[in-house]
């Protein structure tokens, strides 16, 4: 008898397929969907910060326009407290219509209120959230310290903020990933002291309880800039991904497992069972799907369910823990070859 049930952040899931955040999840139809055909779990399409700002100058402009100076800045209040009522009525909908686990998705940069809509989020019956985070490191000016400290003060509001696990969905563009990994995957009875103050003006630093992210979810796949030659003109590239682009998300699931206390959920480039088996073998507790759902339906997580099955019955691996984290680093006699960069003939057959 197989058994495929994971825990992932303290929820118990029935397998480990996730359906990634997207517009195939923005909406009760495509909940229905990928419950319907055996997801674990599945996170919401994120509500941006942008929407959440846009929808409360919205609001202060109508009021605005009417001549109403004192009940526009009133508005803009009210806007933040109101929030974007669609996205907490689908977490509401979606979370009494299917039996699935629903991970709410919450896109932030700045260090703004938004944190409040987090709170909004679990009130609404979000099993766990997702942050979305991505920062680009474009200014010339800004330290990469400083960038690394928004990513850690952006999890600390929300930790303190909602009781339900909170994983932090991540791109890999670190200088050190390794120690920002360790900083945001464990508990720590204080807070490390870093340089630029990333908890917030007067406070103590040291005095701050540092709670880890209950997930990283690892990486994320960034919209893509792209130039048409012929109109010369900047497009968007392509926002589906393929199996080749699973290796960095590999190799830092093999390298972090059992290195972090976060659970570890792999995304970008995962399409079919064998991408699957790869990344639980490297450690990712969960896998989370989006671009292979978008080219082949839903019905791709039956079938990579299927294959998962079958694969483990030829391996006589009856669950999943019996392989998970297997090729990590961790339990590897040959560490350093998961830190190999460059190519080397020997390796790769190529100079
Ligand atoms: C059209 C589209 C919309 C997406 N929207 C979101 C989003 O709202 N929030 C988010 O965290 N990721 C979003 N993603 C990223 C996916 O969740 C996923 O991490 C990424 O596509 C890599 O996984 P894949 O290779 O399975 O596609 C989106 C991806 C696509 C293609």
Known sequence: ML?????????????????????????????????????????????????????????????????????AEYLQGYGKELGPQAYLQLIRDAVKTVDVPIIASLNCFSRDSWSDYAKKMESAGAAALELNIGLLPSNSGQQGRAIEERYYQILHEVKTKVKIPVALKIGPYFSSFGE?????????????????????????KTKIVWRKADALVLFNRFYQLDIDIENLELVAGNPLSSSSEINTSLRWIALLYQRVESDLAATTGIHDSRDVIKQLLAGATVVQLCSTLMKNGFGQIERIRKELETWMQAHDFSRIDQFRGRLSQARSQHPANYERLQYIKLFVGLD
């Not at 118990?12 to 990928?34: D, Y």
């Not at 920002?180 to 002291?193: I, K, N, S």
């Open 3 to 71: 058994d495929l049930s994971t825990p992932y952040m303290g929820l118990n899931l029935a397998n480990p397929l996730v359906v990634s955040s997207s517009s195939l999840t923005g909406n009760l139809n495509g909940v229905k969907q990928a419950a319907a055909a055996g997801a674990g779990a599945i996170v919401l399409k994120s509500l941006f910060e942008e929407q959440i700002a846009a929808e409360t100058a919205a609001l202060g402009k109508h009021a605005e326009q009417a001549g109403h100076t004192e009940a």
């Open 180 to 204: 920002v990994a360790a900083h945001l995957g464990h508990d720590r009875a204080e807070a490390p002291a870093f340089s630029v103050g990333w908890c917030g003006p007067g406070a103590t």
